[in-house]
Structures are given as C-alpha cells and as structure tokens.
C-alpha cells in the first residue's frame, strides 16, 4: 500500500457514485411490489434496441457502441412484481409519495439543497436493461456535504431514480432480464472528485452507506447498494468503474487500476520508442487450411475465417503484465470480445497452448510480413464477428501508441483488477419524461425535515443507551442491520442486547457457516423476536428457527409445529418435571435442558426449582 503522498503526485483524484434501493411498499411508478420474487414467472416479452439520440440530439460514444451488437432483449416478467408500466405498454402511474419522503430525508441527511420543483427525466438506457430504452430519474438535492475526518466531501447532486432489470444471462444474439427489479426506487448520490487516495474512496464508501441507513427505508443483501468509483491520475484517464461486490477490496481494485494506468503509459513510452505501428487486418484463413489447433478448426468451421494484424514494435510488449493476470492483450482481447469472438491470440503467447505449430507460424509471420521486433494478433470466427472483433482489437492497439483510453471498466472482485466494458459514458443522454408532471416541492416541509434527520451522533447515543455494551453499539451503527435492529426493538420488548448479538455476531456464524442470511427479510425477523419477547418461544429455539430460513411468516409457524418448538412455562413446566425422577437439582436441571433446550428457558426452571 502506498502512502497519500504517492497518490497526490500522481495527481490522483477520485469520486463515488452510490445507488442504494430504498424499502418501500411498491416500486416507483406503478403499485408493483418492490422486493424481488423470482418464483412466480408469469411471462417474458422480447424486444430488438436500436441508440436513440439524446437532448442535444447526439448519440454518445456508449451508445454507439453497445447498439453496434444489435441484440435482442427478453424480459421475464413476475406475478405481483411486473406490470404494463414495467414492460413500458403503459404511461408511468403517479410517483411514489413516499420513496419522494425517503429521498428527501436522505437528502437532507447530507444537507442539500431542494429543487423549486421535480422534474421527471428520462436517461437513455442501451444495454437494454430497460424494455423502455430509457430509465426515469429525478434531481431531489443539490449542493449537499458530508465529512470525513475533518474534510469536507461535496455531494453536488442527489437523484430518485428507477432501478433496472437484473440481468440473468448473455451470449452474443440475446440478452435475458428478469423485471421484478426494474422500477424499485433507488437513490443516487454523487460525490465530487476531491477523494485522494484508495484509502478515502473505501472510508466515504462505508460512511455514506451507514448514513443511508439511518434513514431505516434502505433495502438491504446483495445488490442493494452499488457503489461505483471514478477516478483519474494526471496523465492517465478518467476511468468508472463497476461492479464491487464488497467494500473491503474497493482499495485494493484501485490501488491495481492505477498500476494498470502507469503501467499502460510505461508502454506506450517505448512503443513511441520503436516507432511502433498497427497495420491493417489480413485474411489468413489459408495458412489454418490442415490446423491441428482445436480452437482455429473449431472457428473456422462453417465459413470461419481468421484475420492476422501485424504489430510493428509491439514484441514483448502486448504480453507485459500491467496487472495481476492481465496483459495490454488482455486490454485489446476485452475490446474485440465485445463483437461476441472468445479473445484473441497474440505472439507473446505460448503457441503451443493452441497447439499452432512452427510452420504455420513461419507462414503466418510471412503473410503479415512479420520482423524484428514486431508481434502479431488473431482473431477467427465467424466472418461478421470476426471482422468487428479484430476491427476492434485495432482500434484498443492503435490507442496503445496514444494514451490510456477512458473507459466504464467492471471490478473483477477475484483478481482485484478491473476490465473493460464500454466507453465512458457522455452527458448526452437525459431528456424531458412527457407522461409525468413536473411537481412542486413543500420548502417549509423540508426544512421541518431537516431539523428531524437522524444523525450519527444521536444514533450511537441511543444505542448505547438500549445495548449496554459500547462496542456492540458502535458495531451496530455500521452494520447493514441497523434498520433490522431499530424495527425489531421497535416493534418488540426483546432485550435490545440480545438483539444486537444475535444480529451481529449469531447471524455472521450462520453467514460463515454457509447460511443464506441475506434471503431473511424483515417480517420475518421482527415475527421471531417478537414471539419470543411474548414468551411463546424459548432463546433457543430463535436460533433453531432463524437457521431454517423461513421466507416468509407462514413459514416460521410451520417451522414451529413441525419441530414442535412452543415454549414449556408456568403450569406446563411443572407437569413436565413431574415426569423427571432425579433429586438432585443440578442433575435435573441439566437433564431437563438436554431433552428440551429448545422449549424451556433455563432461567424460569432455575427459578422455579428455588
Ligand atoms: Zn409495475
């Protein structure tokens, strides 16, 4: 890891982008329910994208480019989850009031500004992710801060938006989405550029997280809150970055991307020093005529054809590591890719792992007029695939000679790398949402809200207070069980201690131990607690029960009869013991509770043998 002075001469400048999925009672524009399903599938609708020009009347680079795989798109829809708004056969319903009221809490927990009026915007979508093409967003804060460590971070704007599909699966010609996603309320904060080292990036990360949380109307599990990174050093690029499964290793990607950043200018600074060049593609199907290389036979059945390009300069440099297990050809292999070909093959390679053998390579390397300390790239497959991918995989070669590119890269959690996407997006892409009317704001009520907006300071205050323990309070304040804690003892008389250890510390073994933790909703956990807190259950048996998962209330009760979980007490407890013979009280005790640990509170027989 290297210090803050390392970065701040690499004029290193970095800034976030959170989208967290609000809880709410339905999605944004239509009365759907906003958690996912993914049981009741009641259909699928297939469309074909084409890019479609934004406000200004310009298609951006990103559009350009996804709309140049002309996909299609299937949308699977779900019962009580998808609607005619969702599949875009139907104009939005009114807003959600009260996704409006979180995000304005939230708004006013970084002390933003409010807009006179919302103004509904629709934002060109072209990876398909929405049936409409488009995704609605509004402005609802401007001109926020919060602060880290003494430093002041500017949270410039703050959107409510629409989330899109989740995505299910890929290849080349389709592209499946699943809906019950699409339209859940989702807020965006943007942070300006000021943070200054991976370090800072991952802190603001956490701290925002944990303020969105204390609004208690934030989903919670996997993917309900999505933390994107741009950064920039001083002669590289302005890079996104996507797809962070998990906060703890958002420095460590960083700290690799600007590796891959210095690396890449390294590069570049000998090529400049061969004088390197990229020449123009060479059909060199010929040369593959009686191939032993299963790949090459395998493309090039059926028509196949492979292009060969002559890197002039480029030996030793296209297989230089820039980062853990990534070359500059897996740079160039991840933009032809994007034409739906599986990578390309590069002579810094091993050529035996392909199996193409000498002599192929000695024609090879005459047919592309191969010398000195040139390399060469190949691309085969399918003519149209093969022509874009190896068009592409020049255009990535070309950039080498000039700069690092600006790119939407996607976080590879394994390697802690990153590779690319697309191009950066541009502004060009927001326009007027004609079905909805602009909306008045309530200033008077806001600025009530303001006064009101949970705090870190009164939050640890009264959590220190209910748990009785300083560190399993400050735990909690960070755990994205916070909002699970604060219903639960709202809700219940359970000993907020017990609570706050069950959730922090039983629920992590489970997690660790394999349990799937995340798919636990709120309902049921506050329904558990709650009976234990009502006496019907024993502690115990709250561990039995939560282990089993239940999805729903229904659930828990069959969990309950079935393992005949009701607590033993008062008249009941006493039968019971009659039924015991031991005189000794310890022995009884630890006889009872071997037989019926989950229905007698030890406790209450400890004191009942007094
Ligand atoms: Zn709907």
Redesign the pocket.
Known sequence: MHDSSYYSKLGFKSGLEIHQRLATS??L????NPNLTEEDQIGRVERVQRAVAGETGAVDASTRFESGKRRNFIYNSFRD??????IDEEPP?DLNKEALDVALQIVAIFDSKIPDEIEVMRKGVVDGSDPSGFQRTMQVGYNGYMELNRKNIPIPTIFLEEESSGIVSQDENVVVYN?DR??IPLVEIDTDPVLSTPQEVKEVAYKIGMLLRLTGKVQRGIGTIRQDVNLSIKDGARVEIKGFQELDIVDAIIENEVERQLNLLKLRKELLNRHAQVYQPIDVTSVFGGTSSKIIKENTKNGGVVYGVRLEGFEGIIGHEINPNRRLGSEISDYAKVSGIKGIIHSDEEMEKYSISQEEIDVLKQRLDIKGRDAFMLVSGQKDASKSAIERAIIRAKIALKEVPSETRMADSKNLTTRFLRPIAGGSRMYPETDSKPMELDAGKYEKMKVSAPNIEATIKRLRKQINNDQLAEQMLKSPLLPTYNLIVEKSSVDPKFVAAFLLEKMKEMRRSGLEIDALTDDVLVYVFTGYANGDITKNAVEEIIKQIPRNVDQVERIVADKKLTKITGKGLKKLLEGFKEKDKGMLIKQVMSKYRLNVDGEELNSLLK
Do not use: E, I, Q, R
């Open positions: 339905h999605k524009f239509c009365a759907c989850a998808t609607c005619l708004v969702d319903h809906t699409l339209g």
